[in-house]
T-cell receptor, first 112, second 111 residues
Framework: KAGVTQTPRYLIKTRGQQVTLSCSPISGHRSVSWYQQTPGQGLQFLFEYFSETQRNKGNFPGRFSGRQFSNSRSEMNVSTLELGDSALYLC???????????FGQGTRLTVV | QQQVKQSPQSLIVQKGGISIINCAYENTAFDYFPWYQQFPGKGPALLIAIRPDVSEKKEGRFTISFNKSAKQFSLHIMDSQPGDSATYFCAGNKVGNMLTFGGGTRLMVKP
């Protein structure tokens, strides 16, 4: 069974631009969560989608948004990029409510 | 507000020794406590997890001990190997699939 796939693996963007990251969950999994990992703040929850609906949202500004499609694939978007948005963005998929989360390899975003 | 406190930040253990990582949580709404292992350049990999109605869970060389009244849980790695050298994260899961992570422990196992 294929794992969680995130694309692209690496991105370099300029301050002020926007970026879209993609996540394909494990086949059959309906929940997708997004996390930001930085050396200073650690792993922080961004948001979670289940059956195309955002169920939970972390403490991030509105520049961070996401969506989930009918095939459970998810995208997250960051607009008006800031230098502090440089991080590893991780996607996790879960089968259903309150079940184990499996992470992808992440997308390394660098904002210059 | 850090809802999951993890210690130590770093740990050096000799090959064959026992590695112990501790976590304490504040949020009683957590209903599931996983541990993740992360190697450089990789995403976190689920290692072992426990629910609060169980006091201990063992899978191979990895054991979680859970103390609900103290709101603490720990990971024990028996017979630690150099290949176990990685960063370990504890977490609490709340309301669906929303993980709150500890700050991480960098483990080095010396041969």
């Amino acid at each position: 069974k294929a794992g969680v796939t995130q694309t692209p693996r690496y991105l370099i963007k300029t301050r002020g631009q926007q970026v879209t990251l993609s996540c394909s969950p494990i086949s059959g999994h309906r929940s997708v969560s997004w996390y930001q990992q930085t050396p200073g703040q650690g792993l922080q929850f961004l948001f979670e989608y289940f059956s195309e609906t955002q169920r939970n949202k972390g403490n991030f500004p509105g520049r961070f948004s996401g969506r989930q499609f009918s095939n459970s694939r998810s995208e997250m978007n960051v607009s008006t990029l800031e230098l502090g948005d440089s991080a590893l963005y991780l996607c996790a998929s879960s089968l259903a409510y309150n079940t184990e989360a499996f992470f992808g390899q992440g997308t390394r975003l660098t904002v210059v | 507000q850090q809802q999951v406190k993890q210690s130590p930040q770093s740990l050096i253990v000799q090959k064959g020794g026992i590695s112990i990582i501790n976590c304490a949580y504040e949020n009683t709404a957590f209903d599931y406590f996983p541990w993740y292992q992360q190697f450089p350049g990789k995403g976190p990999a689920l290692l072992i997890a426990i629910r609060p109605d169980v006091s201990e869970k063992k899978e191979g060389r990895f054991t979680i001990s859970f103390n609900k009244s103290a709101k603490q849980f720990s990971l024990h790695i028996m017979d630690s190997q150099p290949g176990d050298s990685a960063t370990y994260f504890c977490a609490g899961n709340k309301v669906g699939n929303m993980l709150t992570f500890g700050g991480g422990t960098r483990l080095m196992v010396k041969p």
